[in-house]
């Protein structure tokens, strides 16, 4: 369990900078590149989707489409 823990605090560190960023579509394949994931999937507000899927990483946007957290999956 702790291996899993450390590769995806590892993952989120290499993005953690971006967070109060403003979200363009251009940047998703930046964080594509630098997580390894394979696509994003973007939440705006308090909408999320409960599906696993092992190569994406959810981005959740506040109100102003800033980036406010990332969560692997």
């Known amino acids: 369990m702790q291996n899993q823990e450390d590769r995806i605090n590892k993952l989120l560190e290499s993005i953690r900078h971006l967070i109060g960023s403003r979200y363009v579509k251009s940047v998703e394949p930046y964080i594509l590149e630098l997580t390894g994931k394979q696509f ?18 959810r981005l959740f946007l506040d109100e102003n489409d800033l980036i406010k957290q990332f969560v692997p999956n």
């Open 40 to 57: 994003a999937t973007v939440h705006r507000g308090d909408i999320v989707t409960l599906d696993y899927a092992e190569g994406r990483i």
